[in-house]
């Protein structure tokens, strides 16, 4: 079974910087997308950032001009650059990445498992 394995989440002060990552745990076929999801206590997940194969990223409008979203292909790993951080970006962040194993006909989403982010006013 593929996994997603993320790190980089933690506590710092509000205007202060973090750094997130996810790697696929497994040699695949080919991935699509990858992207970043956040989770706020009593609110949805929502999306944060996305890459898709051959695009430009999309960055939820809340995190447009802080958050940078970046890929490295040849180790099937996404970034998310997070600077200029506030207490409204405190929430758990999972990585999302729809890709294609080795020998499947079908893409699928595999989710990593959470990481907490907490900025502190």
């Known amino acids: 079974q593929v996994q997603l394995v993320e790190s980089g989440g933690g506590l710092v002060q509000a205007g202060g910087s973090l750094r997130l990552s996810c790697s696929v745990s497994?040699?695949?076929?080919?991935?699509?997308?990858m992207g970043w999801y956040r989770q706020a206590p009593g609110k949805q997940r929502e999306l944060v950032a996305v890459?898709?194969?051959?695009?430009?990223?999309n960055y939820a409008d809340s995190v447009k001009g802080r958050f940078t979203i970046s890929r490295d292909n040849t180790k099937n790993t996404v970034f998310l650059q997070m600077n200029s951080l506030i207490p409204e970006d405190t929430a758990v962040y999972y990585c999302k990445i729809r890709l294609r194993r080795i020998w499947s006909e079908l893409d699928s989403d595999y989710w990593g498992q959470g990481t907490q982010v907490t900025v502190s006013s």
């Open positions: 497994e040699n695949i076929f080919s991935i699509n997308s």
């Open positions: 890459i898709l194969r051959g695009s430009s990223p």
